[in-house]
Structures are given as structure tokens and as C-alpha cells.
Nanobody
Framework: VQLQASGGGLVQAGGSLRLSCVASGRSFNNSHMGWFRRAPGKERKFVAAISWDGGSIYTADSVKGRFTISRDNAKNTVYLQMNSLEPEDTAVYYC????????????????WGQGTLVTVSS
């Protein structure tokens, strides 16, 4: 699976962005998909994930109520809608795909995109 993330950029606090991740290669429709982020000087952390059919969604407490993950299997794409952005959301955001394991955990992902930078100014 090859993953291409896009949609990052510079936004003011309180603003919104939508990240997209397009998958190609091995069957996207069978994979769970996740978004993770790495803030400057910090470890990569879980943000949100969605099961292969969209029936199960997981969201980190730090973004709950502000970020929404979704997927369109017909377009091989997963999205992360980010609203009410805060400076603390500044990070490189990575999408990932996996086929087994506990969905919210990093170890269940086998394929990673290159990352897209989100910068939130105060």
C-alpha cells in the first residue's frame, strides 16, 4: 500500500483544515486507517482511526469533538477534518494503513505516508 497525504498548511487558531490520504496498491477496502502526528520535539502519537468499513471510529481525547475521521472506499481515501485548531495541534500528520491488530495502536499499522505539516498560529 502506498499512501499520499495532503492538505496541511498554515492556519490561525480557531480555523479548520481537512487532510486527505489517498491509498494505492493492495486493497484499501480491507484495511483500517489511522492518523498520527508528531509535534516538534515529541514522539509520534495517535490522533484518530477508522475500521475498514467505517463502523468503528477511535479518536484521541486531545482532539475529540474537534477532529473527525472518515473514509471513502470508492475513492481509496481517508480524511481528517480538523476544526477549532489550536497551536498545540501543530505537527506533522501521518496517515497509516494496517490489516490486523488493535486499531488505535501504532503497532497495528504496516504502511505509512510521508506526512503533511500542519502549523497553527496563535
Amino acid at each position: 500500500v502506498q499512501l499520499q497525504a495532503s492538505g496541511g498548511g498554515l492556519v490561525q487558531a480557531g480555523g479548520s483544515l481537512r487532510l486527505s490520504c489517498v491509498a494505492s496498491g493492495r486493497s484499501f477496502n480491507n484495511s483500517h486507517m489511522g492518523w498520527f502526528r508528531r509535534a516538534p520535539g515529541k514522539e509520534r502519537k495517535f490522533v484518530a482511526a477508522i475500521s475498514w468499513d467505517g463502523g468503528s471510529i477511535y479518536t484521541a481525547d486531545s482532539v475529540k469533538g474537534r477532529f473527525t475521521i472518515s473514509r471513502d472506499n470508492a475513492k481509496n481515501t481517508v480524511y481528517l477534518q480538523m476544526n477549532s485548531l489550536e497551536p498545540e495541534d501543530t505537527a506533522v500528520y501521518y496517515c497509516a494503513a494496517g490489516f490486523k491488530g488493535h486499531i488505535p495502536t501504532m503497532r497495528s499499522y504496516d504502511y505509512w505516508g510521508q506526512g503533511t505539516l500542519v502549523t497553527v498560529s496563535s
